[in-house]
């Protein structure tokens, strides 16, 4: 069973699709995190040709060991950083083999991502596009950052997901949109554990 989660920035969808991959207990793969390593990697790097080699180059040479320093990974600038390297066509096509083959594992597996439903998995079993409106993701990040003990500056995180939001719906290669058999959950309104349900939900109604 592929479970392929999508949603904007801070929607919610890694801690749902980390939530349905130990419900269905299947193996998990945040999609986000692949960009951010690489986006880390170039990070300093003004852009330009040369950011754009070395993002390129850093893409080849990715694996699981680079995907380890999840503070540095998570932090709100390595967003933004990673949603630069990510409109490269060729960053993009070399994280997609390590993608596709996590997707195809013999019990098969949940992604969370952006273009899952579209190009990684068109086939998965189940679709979930996850939505919420940018104020309360902006409060949801807030929180995670400050339970990491980071401060917090709200105004300039909004701007920052603003941004990406932004740089995520321009971006020509990634098909960052709902795909059409896809169900769409949004969770303003719900906590964590509602969400999960809602979701566990549209998955057993859908196997
Ligand atoms: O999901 P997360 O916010 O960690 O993703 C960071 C950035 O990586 C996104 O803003 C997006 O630009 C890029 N990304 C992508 N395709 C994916 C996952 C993430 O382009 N499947």
């Not at 069973?1 to 269905?24: C, E, F, N, Q």
């Not at 960009?35 to 993002?55: H, I, K, N, S």
């Not at 991502?113 to 998965?124: F, N, V, W």
């Not at 995180?157 to 939001?165: M, V």
């Amino acid at each position: 069973m592929i479970i392929a989660v999508d949603g904007p920035a801070a929607s919610g969808k890694g801690t749902l699709a980390s939530g349905l991959a130990r419900h269905y207990r299947l193996p998990y793969l945040d999609t986000g995190l692949l960009y951010r390593a690489v986006g880390l990697a170039v990070a300093g790097q003004t852009e330009g040709p040369g950011f754009e080699a070395a993002a390129i180059a850093a893409a080849k040479a990715l694996d699981a060991a680079h995907l380890t320093d999840i503070e540095a990974l998570t932090a709100a600038d390595t967003g933004v950083l990673a949603s630069k390297v990510a409109v490269i066509a060729e960053v993009r096509k070399a994280l997609f083999d390590f993608q596709r083959s996590f997707a195809l594992q013999p019990d098969g597996a949940v992604l969370d991502g952006r273009d899952i439903g579209t190009t990684i998995a068109p086939d998965a079993d189940v679709k979930l596009f996850i939505q919420a409106d940018s104020k309360a993701r902006m409060e949801r990040r807030a929180r995670q950052l400050e339970a990491r003990g980071q401060e917090v500056d709200r105004y300039a995180l909004y701007h920052q997901i603003e941004e990406r939001d932004a740089r995520d719906m321009q971006n020509p290669y990634g098909g960052f949109y709902k795909a059409d058999d896809a169900h769409l959950l949004d969770t303003t309104l719900l906590d964590i554990e509602a969400a999960l349900r809602a979701a566990i939900a549209i998955v057993d109604g859908t196997m």
